[in-house]
Nanobody, 117 residues
């Protein structure tokens, strides 16, 4: 069915930057809300940010001003630009696609981000 593939994770020092990408099956980006979530060991999965169908972006307070979320529907790709990374940003980052009317909800397998000296 619909597949989401994340990439761009890695090991970075505090204050560094990474850009995550999520590539989806053709056609879903035009009708789905896209979002990035993350999950650290021992914690529940939490929202990082979303990009609505019209391109509006929303980020949680803990990353606001440091992260930027965007989508390119023509490329079926969503991005998360992460700057000024902190150790508490360390987590497995997941791509999500959600269609509220139908309830369709898809997840990628995740990409690991580790922020450490």
């Amino acid at each position: 069915q619909v597949q989401l593939v994340e990439s761009g994770g890695g090991l970075v020092q505090p204050g560094g930057s990474l850009r995550l990408s999520c590539v989806a099956s053709r056609g879903i980006f035009g009708g789905y809300r896209m979002g990035w979530y993350r999950q650290a060991p021992g914690k529940q999965r939490e929202l990082v940010g979303v990009v609505t169908i019209d391109g509006s972006t929303h980020l949680v307070d803990s990353v606001k001003g440091r992260f930027t979320i965007s989508r390119d529907n023509a490329k079926n790709t969503m991005y998360l630009q992460m700057n000024f990374l902190k150790p508490e940003d360390t987590a497995l980052y997941y791509c999500n696609a959600f269609h509220a009317s139908s309830g369709h909800n898809y997840w990628g397998q995740g990409t690991q981000v580790t922020v450490s000296s």
